[in-house]
Every structure is written in C-alpha cells, then in structure tokens.
C-alpha cells in the first residue's frame, strides 16, 4: 500500500493512474480550449483567442496589490500560417488599470495611432465576450465586423454603455438598462448586416449609393472568411499605420506653416533670417552693426 508522500505510477507493479489537473489551471480540451464554458467566456474577455498559449490562471481572482501584476488585452504577434503567440500592443493599457481613466465615448474619426491600437484589442475582447455570453449569430454579429463601420459604431457605443453602466459608482439599475440596450443593439445589429450582406463565411464591403455627379462605386466583391483572427490583426495593422501617416502628414504641414509665419515675422520687423542650423546669413547678420554706426 501506498502512503500518502508516494506518487501513483512510480511502483512499476502499481498501474498508472490519471492525476487530476493542478488546482489553478483551466482543463482544456485537445485543441487546448477551456473546456469549462465560465473559463472560456473569463479568457475571452480578457482577450485570449484559440491558439494561443493559456495564460497562467493562478491566483487570477486575487486582488492587483496581491499578486503584484494582472493580465492585459493580447495582440498576435504574426498574423502569417503556423502558431500565433500572444503579446501585449506597445501602450496598451492593463485590464486593470492602477488608475482608472473616466469613460467617455469613442471617436473612431480623431483617434490618434495609439490610442487606437489600443481601443482596437480591448474592442475586439469585448466582442469576444459578447458573443459567447449572449449567444450572438452570425446574423446578428458576424466574424468580419471590423470591416464595417457601422457594426464598428454600434459595438463600440454598447462596449462604452457596457463600461458606465458597471463602474464601481454606477448606479444599481445601470446593468439593466444596459441589458435594455443591448436588446436595441441586436434589432440594429441584424438590420445593419442584412444590408451589408455579410456572412459567416463570405463576407463583402458595405455598399455605398453614389450621387449624382460622383464617379460609379466599384461592385463590392465577396471574400471568403478562412481565419478571422489573423485578418483582424491585419486590419488593426493596416488602420494604424493609415493614422501614422495622416499624422505625420499634418505635422509636416504644421511644420511649413509655422516655418512660413516666423519668416514673415522676421521679414515684417527686419530681422535677420537665419539658416538651417539657426545662424543668421551674413548679409543681414551685418545689419544692426550699420544701422548703430549711422545713429552714433
């Protein structure tokens, strides 16, 4: 007979047995996905994505000045075919910030490079843990959402409902009111994509009608969905490097107006020009030197 300090299967006359999973790590199936459902919606949430490696789940419910550090949104280090690893976006913000910042809506317009990587993954973890929590269809919220901007829109305004209405000073009924939203949500949801098109597994760009004077849109062409998570890491790619440019653009174009002004001013109080590395040119360096001499 064994005691309680030996191992099972370490006798070879005794038989293997199966050892439990250590307490603190989720049990996964064989394609290493959580096979407890409340397991698999917290991963989601906190932005885990099939394929990924499973983050360590110990002491995940203790509080953030216990264990010293928390988990925060993953993004996907390659987006080509083999094993995608998780990592975290340059600036992310953590799931549980030290500080929180005040909820405000989202402007997908004016965000800047930055700020919308960020909001990209924690939008896309949302619509992770929405989907799985509530059941949602393709009908209602399809694998390409992120290329429309309407379903884009209508998530982005339920994950800011969905953020006030759970703070820690929101009011007692704000979870129902946002259940009520999320139910508005779902009917614009299903109308939205019924005019898009999109599928499941084909998906197509929104069609947009042309005015009278504009030149003819080109007919959206339908693309198959083969690996939704790779194509969002694409796009997210793609969309911050679009606002880099715009923002180096205008800082440019900030740079020549400013530049066009001093030289006005300097021209307007007869200053001297300078150059490039901020001396001033000979011809008017000698200026004021004349302009004492003639008054003494």
Avoid: K
Avoid at 75 to 86: K, N, Q
């Amino acid at each position: 007979m064994s005691g309680p300090d030996q191992v099972h299967g370490t006798d070879p006359d005794e038989p293997d047995l199966p050892c439990p999973a250590a307490q603190g790590e989720p049990a996964v199936t064989q394609n290493g996905v959580p096979a407890d459902a409340s397991e698999l919606s917290l991963l989601r949430m906190l932005g885990w994505r099939p394929g990924d490696p499973l983050p360590d789940v110990d002491g995940l419910n203790d509080a953030p000045d216990e264990t010293g550090d928390v988990l925060p949104f993953p993004a996907i280090r390659s987006a080509g075919p083999g094993p995608r690893e998780a990592v975290t976006p340059p600036g992310t913000d953590l799931l549980l910030p030290a500080e929180p910042e005040p909820v405000v809506p989202i402007n997908w317009n004016t965000l800047g490079a930055d700020r919308a990587e960020q909001e990209w993954w924690q939008l896309d973890a949302f619509v992770y843990w929405l989907r799985d929590d509530f059941g949602l269809t393709p009908q209602e919220l399809p694998p390409m959402w992120h290329r429309h901007p309407e379903l884009v829109w209508e998530l982005s305004a339920l994950r800011t409902s969905w953020l006030a209405g759970h703070a820690e000073d929101a009011h007692p009924g704000s979870p129902l009111m946002w259940l009520r939203d999320l139910s508005d949500t779902r009917r614009r949801l299903r109308d939205w994509v019924q005019r898009c098109g999109t599928t499941l597994t084909e998906d197509r760009p929104t069609r947009r009608t042309t005015w009278p004077g504009e030149d003819p849109a080109p007919s959206p062409v339908p693309v198959a969905v083969t690996d939704r998570a790779a194509d969002f890491a694409i796009f997210v790619t793609d969309d911050v490097a679009r606002r880099r440019r715009i923002e180096a653009e205008a800082q440019a174009e900030i740079e020549r107006v400013r530049s066009e002004r001093i030289s006005r001013l300097r021209r307007s109080w007869h200053l001297p020009n300078t150059d490039g590395d901020g001396t001033a040119s000979d011809e008017h360096a000698a200026g004021p030197e004349t302009d004492e001499e003639d008054r003494s």
